[in-house]
């Protein structure tokens, strides 16, 4: 099959990687020339995934019409605040498309194949989303995820042109459920990071991660996904790793916001994007659209967009009149 | 209240640190003479619960009956192994108790507060259970837990017992759920610890968690359980930190022998009960008396049991049908 990576950075890279295989013409697409060029040099995605050598058969491509013509099959890995802008060059297409992206988009309230509805509503839509580091993908360490399409024989499809030995797809019907665990965890990410900042422990960060799944769980039931798909590989199973990982860019982030820089610079200042940022301010504002109750969202919030203070807001989550659990 | 603790291990001596307030009198209990002169002569537990400096007011006791005596409020913190032994000194007590221990009886199936209606069964019953490292509490570092109760108003005065700024404690309802759930968290916390040991990655752990709680749960609801419990602090909060966290006994235990140990000489070698190791072998009977498909405890009873190859085990389970998720 020819499938095309749009975005190189270390997901879409990693994916190229695996993809490449005698039954598959792989193309790789990235946006900087310079970047490319130093992919195609060096064998290697050095900037996003580095140590990692490339299959010599991975075609690198920088022009997006080149990249996109002929491709049954398109993987999205560029992040959330690109992604609109990439698939309206998508309008026309009629093959797979599959988002490996997590992020709601802020003025729409849309997961990225919500958004692909819009933008290329001829093509087929699938997510491919779980606890999976790049790196570890790379270097072929046993992973598991989940592909979700509304329209199961795509998801089937995109189980068969992904699974290995060492990958091992589900299937899901629940797309929107699928998104919405994978772009929300990024947020408590951030607030589990902020928790390590302030020297918290670990018992308290099972306590933030059991009660964050509880309020995920209800903010996607309320927009129409499945309940169950918050306790799988794309919700809770990402939720954790990205909570508990020293590798995780986003609890990275907050770890810096809890040792006492602000969010907007830290936010600058990384290399890759931390999408629990900006999916902070669409998940607090889809929350309110919905009239959920989400303090865990609205804290982590207020810690990165009104300047709250971070020692407050442990003080305060901490002095609610604590309930039944259920 | 008079409350005595029974068992001057980790958890034991952090509880009994936590309880000591000017409303409550304090007694510690411990078998073991030698270790109970070392703690009065230190003022702390320097073998388990080291560099933690203990009340003053905390009455260490070695005679049994001279703890239990005029005590209102009982908690256990024996290792599972010598509860019933233990709770067998308790038949004529009619005040609460509370278990702080968490484990299956091998030869009847029972939690904890099971044997309990057999041994002590004029007392009323509850148990405290979740993410919670003794020595995070004993510093008092933010933390939440579970007590449940058949009787909401025990589970209640056990909540208003131990809540405290720092020590969140939550209420339920299903005192079975809350046991299962953290007798069988460290059943799977061993398998975590063997990925460690062979050096798989974070995306192996997440996936491993993310469907231990499926078979969790499928067994604790057959058992008798709410199935909610399990996505709760006594149930998946306990379970992810406990498999995540480099402190935890059951993930080290398991790690020593990804690394080519024998179960057997790891449980011989080591200062406190790794809880997993017997529970194994409950769960995986459990499971089977239910008929249950439990691949995750049937593969880690058979590498602690039946020294089944660990690599072998991971070819197994990664080769399986990969299934829709739910």
Redesign the interface.
């Known amino acids: 099959m020819k499938i095309t990576v749009l975005g190189a950075g270390a997901w879409g890279t990693a994916l190229a990687r695996l993809l490449c295989t005698p039954e598959n013409a792989v193309t790789l697409w990235g946006h900087t020339p310079q970047h490319l060029d130093d992919v195609r040099r060096s064998g290697t995605n050095q900037r996003y995934l580095p140590d990692v050598s490339l299959p010599k058969d991975l075609r690198l491509e920088g022009d997006f019409a080149g990249a996109v013509q002929n491709a049954e099959c398109l993987v999205v890995a560029v992040p959330s605040k690109g992604f609109r802008e990439v698939t309206t060059g998508l309008a026309g297409y009629t093959g797979i498309i599959v988002s490996v992206t997590k992020g709601i988009e802020h003025n729409t309230g849309l997961t990225m194949c919500g958004i692909l509805s819009e933008t290329a509503p001829q093509a087929t839509h699938a997510a491919l989303s779980?606890?999976?580091?790049a790196s570890?993908?790379a270097?072929e360490?046993?992973?598991?995820i989940?592909t979700a399409s509304r329209d199961l024989p795509t998801a089937a499809q995109v189980?068969t042109l992904f699974?290995r030995?060492?990958f091992?797809?589900?299937?899901?019907?629940d797309l929107l459920g699928v998104e919405l665990g994978g772009a929300l965890k990024n947020v408590i990410a951030i607030a589990a990071g902020i928790g390590d900042g302030l020297?918290?422990?670990?018992?308290?960060?099972?306590?933030l991660?059991?009660?964050a799944?509880?309020e995920i769980r209800r903010l996607g039931v309320a927009c129409g996904a499945?309940i169950?798909?918050f306790?799988?590989?794309s919700g809770?199973?990402?939720l954790?790793?990205t909570c508990?990982?020293r590798?995780s860019r986003n609890r990275g982030f907050g770890e810096r916001v809890g040792r006492g820089e602000k969010a907007r610079q830290v936010a600058d200042s990384m290399v890759a994007v931390a999408e629990g940022y900006p999916n902070a301010r669409s998940a607090y504002h889809l929350a309110r659209k919905h009239n959920i109750v989400s303090p865990l969202i609205d804290e982590t919030y207020a810690m990165l967009y009104e300047d709250k203070d971070v020692r407050q807001t442990?003080r305060d989550l901490?002095?609610r009149d604590?309930?039944?659990?259920?």
Chains 1, 2 share one sequence.
């Open positions: 779980g606890p999976t580091f570890e993908v270097r360490i046993p992973t598991a989940v189980q699974n030995t060492f091992r797809v589900y299937t899901s019907a020297g918290l422990g670990e018992n308290a960060k099972a306590a991660v059991t009660r799944i509880v499945q169950d798909t306790t799988g590989l809770l199973g990402d954790m790793v508990f990982s590798q442990v901490m002095s604590p309930k039944p659990e259920q």
